[in-house]
């Protein structure tokens, strides 16, 4: 009788010792399981995740079809050849070439500034021709975004005894997008869109101009021709790959966006078109 209560108590003490070490064998299996899955980088640091951001389409006239990406990782502009990045936490701006492997980098203010310049041909406060103040007309929805609508008007348009011209603007500005330090990653797209970006809080979606020549004493216009500067195609939110925003390898640096903007045989612009 005491043998076999001997031999059940080891049997007992064997099953709870098997217990014990299936559960901790299962709570290793568990916690290797998380380890292997979560995505790592080469050096075993994890892999950034997408982010919810915007993905924004355009034609605008002096680059053709571009893409926009922003999300709290960056922001890209991205058009056949040339492209555009900036990052936090400095918020530099790259412009590249990605055909010549060339780059100029901006400090956050010189870049804000020097894009500038380059969209509006370095003529902002030369031009001979004054306009009246902008004026909101009301709000409209562009691609999927409402935006406040401006125009102004040239108070001194060309004209002379027989003829006399009208040139309106109209342009479409929406709110900048709700995400962190999204001022400073919109500074570039919002500069290369917005006309009077200090007074207009946002960026430009839609831009058209209307040029008119009249005879005078005649009602119908000779020439109307309309303008579309800046068109917002698609404007969609979505996760973004923090990669987008990445410049990529083999990149010469420069010291004139110069280099970045023409082709190496001097041909011409990168592209042909800016």
């Not at 009208?166 to 990653?185: A, G, R, T």
């Amino acid at each position: 009788m005491v043998k076999q209560i001997f031999v059940a108590s080891l049997r007992n003490a064997s099953l709870a010792a098997s217990l014990r070490n299936a559960s901790l064998a299962a709570v290793l299996v568990t916690a290797l399981s998380a380890v292997w899955c979560k995505p790592v980088g080469s050096a075993g640091e994890t892999k950034p995740v997408p982010k919810m951001g915007y993905k924004l389409v355009m034609k605008v006239n002096y680059f053709g079809r571009i893409e926009w990406s922003v999300s709290p990782d960056g922001a890209r502009l991205s058009s056949p050849i040339l492209a555009i990045t900036c990052k936090p936490p400095l918020f530099e701006t790259h412009l590249y070439n990605t055909e010549t492997k060339k780059v100029k980098v901006f400090d956050k203010q010189t870049g804000f500034d020097r894009l500038g310049a380059m969209m509006e041909g370095g003529m902002a406060g030369r031009t001979r021709y004054k306009y009246s103040p902008w004026k909101k007309v009301g709000d409209e929805v562009i691609a999927g975004r409402k935006c406040t609508k401006f125009t102004r008007e040239m108070l001194n348009p060309q004209q002379d005894a027989q003829r006399y011209a009208k040139y309106v603007e109209e342009y479409w500005v929406s709110p900048q997008f709700d995400m962190p330090h999204i001022e400073e990653l919109m500074a570039p797209l919002t500069r290369l869109t917005s006309r009077d970006f200090k007074m207009m809080k946002g960026f430009g979606m839609k831009r058209i101009a209307t040029w008119q020549v009249y005879r005078r004493g005649v009602a119908k216009p000779d020439v109307d021709d309309k303008l579309t500067y800046l068109q917002t195609l698609e404007c969609k939110k979505m996760l973004i790959d923090p990669k987008v925003f990445d410049m990529g390898s083999n990149y010469k640096p420069v010291s004139d966006e110069g280099e970045i903007l023409f082709s190496d045989d001097g041909g011409g612009l990168a592209g042909g078109r800016f």
